[in-house]
């Protein structure tokens, strides 16, 4: 079995910085995309921000230059740097990954969630 531990959510003051982390552990071949998506209360869940295995990166425009998603393919694990943290960022933030386990299957995975809760 093949899942995803997300970590590094928490109440942060306005300004303020986090780094979020996602751990794939399990019979994993090789990892493909991973990504980082919130949701807000009374909110669809949105894309925040992805890579790809060659580090290929995307971000919302809500979240340029603020945030930054990095991975380390040894680790099989995702980072999200978050700075300059606004109320407006306060949310679920999910881990998503896609890998293909020993079976050769492909998976796409999601974690549990992590609160991030900004004050103002």
């Known amino acids: 079995q093949v899942q995803l531990a997300e970590s590094g959510g928490g109440l942060v003051q306005a300004g303020g910085s986090l780094r979020l982390s996602c751990a794939a552990s399990g019979r994993i071949s090789s990892m493909s995309y991973m990504g980082w998506h919130r949701q807000a209360p009374g909110k669809q869940r949105e894309l925040v921000a992805s890579?790809?295995?060659?580090?290929?990166?995307n971000y919302a425009d809500s979240v340029k230059g603020r945030f930054t998603i990095s991975r380390d393919n040894a680790k099989n694990t995702v980072y999200l740097q978050i700075s300059s943290l606004k109320p407006e960022d306060t949310a679920v933030y999910y881990c998503n990954a896609g890998l293909w386990d020993n079976s050769g299957t492909y998976q796409n995975l999601w974690g549990q969630g992590t609160q991030v809760t900004v004050s103002s």
């Open positions: 890579i790809t295995p060659a580090r290929n990166t």
